[in-house]
């Protein structure tokens, strides 16, 4: 862990699909966190940025895009997650929106008095570096299959799209690894919380509100 210059802490959390890592942040935002959703905030600018819909027209054409004009996420993350290259063209028009919104809600929350800690929730924290930008990181972990199951069931994919999405994800174990907190979400809602009561605890006690 390192302390940046933030009054209050910034937290990242991340995971694999099906995780929970949402479910942990939103504990956590019980808790008294200001949460930053990632895929969210993605899925806002790609409703809304004629720039960012612009560029991802100019690189993948009208096949992602419905009869109306509205972007296909569905056809957009079928391509994307199925060539490497495709992956490679989307990041870089999508990403540093996300980041520009990021450091705008980072800057909010730190003027907030209630805020006890930021959390930013995003699936691919040390695929694009941002752990830099982090006090700490936070990694939920399940068993791989467990995970699949979760995600088949909340998302409706197959499980061939689930695992071709996470071979463009660092390996949980990888991302285990370099985390300064592990949370297991191996059990019942009632026993996640209270890891994640702890690993609070131990973020406020380490990091005190400047």
């Known amino acids: 862990m ?4 933030y009054k209050v802490p ?11 890592k949402s479910t942990v942040s939103s504990i956590f935002a019980k808790l008294g966190a200001k949460v930053f959703d990632a895929d969210q905030v993605a899925k806002e600018i790609t409703d809304t940025d004629q720039k960012v819909l612009a560029a991802i027209r100019a690189d993948f054409g009208e096949a992602v ?14 391509r994307a997650f199925s060539d490497p290259g495709a992956l490679q063209a989307l990041n870089p028009i999508v990403h540093p929106k996300v980041i520009q919104r990021l450091r705008e809600f980072i800057a909010q929350a730190q003027t907030d008095p209630s805020t006890k800690l930021v959390v930013v929730d995003i699936p691919l924290l040390y695929e694009i570096g941002l752990e ?26 197959s499980t061939d799209e689930i695992r071709q999405r996470l071979r463009n994800q660092l390996p949980q174990q ?19 919380a209270q890891k994640c009561k702890i690993v609070f605890d131990k973020i406020l006690k380490g990091f005190p509100k400047r």
């Open 2 to 5: 390192k302390r940046s210059s």
């Open 10 to 20: 910034v937290i990242g959390v991340t995971g694999i699909i099906g995780s929970g």
């Open 65 to 78: 895009f419905t009869s109306s004009g509205k972007l296909d996420r569905q056809k957009l993350a079928a």
């Open 132 to 157: 830099s930008a982090v006090d700490a990181v936070v990694v939920v972990e399940a068993p791989e299959e467990v995970c699949i199951q979760r995600a088949h069931h909340a998302r409706g994919w």
């Open 174 to 192: 990888e991302k285990v690894k370099r985390a300064d907190f592990v949370i297991s979400n191996d059990g019942t809602i009632e026993a996640l």
